[in-house]
């Protein structure tokens, strides 16, 4: 399942949990960092970024099951791009269009930043992909108490607030849609079945019922989770008898 943990001895595994989230986040803000307007100054500042997109990926074992998993992102991309490149005759910038068919064209802006955006996109999702996979929800609160350990020894008042535990249940609970999301999606196929042929009404009544399983479920495992938190709070801040 997409940015699910699996068990391994690759150079990513290895890898300490603190790095892989510094690198993933300074990763991710070199990739979308700087303008879009030039296509060379674009090229070469984020050639390096997928450099390195591709270095964790290879050093995370080169699963080609993982880039299957990313199929959303060129997909995500193309509608990024549609709406972005597609626009009216009479409207700013039709003058600049690569095709023109009769009140609608494509301006070469919108089609250039659509593309500029997929290539992030997947620069960062093949990232978070590589790190995810190789980094268990225990390592990332373990990485994020040392550093909230660190900073509370020069700032004491941070002791009082457990901002490490929050932020690494943020963390797991992207991948927990997901998982949450195959679940739903097998259970559905094992209580309808795969019809022939292409049925466009029971496909939109299908993905509404999945849909609406799935935000009951997340929100179900949110509520928990916040109760949990509480209960935790709750505890620590408790005198000691």
Same mark, same amino acid.
């Given at each position: 399942?997409?940015?699910?943990?699996?068990?391994?001895?690759?150079?990513?595994?290895?890898?300490?949990?603190?790095?892989?989230?510094?690198?993933?986040?300074?990763?991710?803000?070199?990739?979308?960092? @700087?303008?879009?307007? @030039?296509?060379?100054?674009?090229?070469?500042?984020?050639?390096?970024?997928?450099? !390195?997109?591709?270095?964790?990926?290879?050093?995370?074992?080169?699963?080609?099951?993982?880039?299957?998993?990313?199929?959303?992102? $060129?997909?995500?991309?193309?509608? &990024?791009? !549609?709406?972005?490149?597609?626009?009216?005759? @009479?409207?700013?910038?039709?003058?600049?269009?690569?095709?023109?068919?009769?009140?609608?064209?494509?301006?070469?802006?919108?089609?250039?930043?659509?593309?500029?955006?997929?290539?992030? /996109?997947?620069?960062?999702?093949?990232?978070?992909?590589?790190?995810?996979?190789?980094?268990?929800?225990?390592?990332?609160?373990?990485?994020?108490?040392?550093?909230?350990?660190?900073? !509370?020894?020069?700032?004491?008042?941070?002791?009082?607030?457990?901002?490490?535990?929050?932020?690494?249940?943020?963390?797991?609970?992207? $991948?927990?849609?997901?998982?949450?999301?195959?679940?739903?999606?097998?259970?559905?196929?094992?209580?309808?079945?795969?019809?022939? @042929?292409?049925?466009? &009404?029971?496909? &939109?009544?299908?993905?509404?019922?999945?849909?609406?399983? =799935? =935000?009951?479920?997340?929100? /179900?495992?949110?509520?928990?989770?916040?109760?949990?938190?509480?209960?935790?709070?709750?505890?620590?801040?408790?005198?000691?008898?």
């Amino acid at each position: 399942m997409l940015f699910a943990y699996r068990k391994g001895s690759t150079p990513m595994h290895r890898a300490g949990a603190l790095l892989k989230i510094a690198l993933l986040t300074i990763l991710c803000i070199c990739t979308f960092s @700087g303008s879009t307007t @030039g296509t060379k100054e674009f090229l070469a500042r984020t050639s390096p970024c997928l450099a !390195a997109s591709l270095l964790t990926f290879i050093l995370a074992g080169a699963r080609p099951n993982s880039l299957r998993q990313l199929l959303f992102v $060129p997909v995500m991309g193309l509608f &990024v791009t !549609a709406f972005s490149a597609v626009s009216f005759s @009479g409207a700013e910038g039709t003058e600049a269009a690569v095709i023109s068919a009769g009140f609608i064209a494509i301006s070469r802006e919108g089609l250039l930043y659509g593309l500029q955006y997929t290539l992030r /996109f997947f620069i960062t999702a093949l990232a978070a992909q590589s790190v995810f996979e190789t980094t268990s929800a225990t390592e990332i609160t373990e990485a994020l108490e040392s550093v909230q350990d660190a900073l !509370a020894r020069v700032l004491p008042p941070l002791k009082k607030y457990n901002l490490a535990l929050p932020l690494a249940l943020t963390l797991s609970f992207i $991948p927990q849609v997901f998982s949450t999301w195959n679940r739903v999606h097998l259970a559905a196929l094992a209580r309808s079945g795969r019809p022939k @042929g292409f049925h466009p &009404v029971l496909l &939109v009544r299908t993905a509404s019922a999945e849909l609406q399983a =799935l =935000l009951s479920s997340m929100l /179900f495992q949110a509520e928990t989770k916040r109760k949990a938190l509480l209960n935790r709070s709750a505890q620590e801040t408790e005198p000691a008898p």
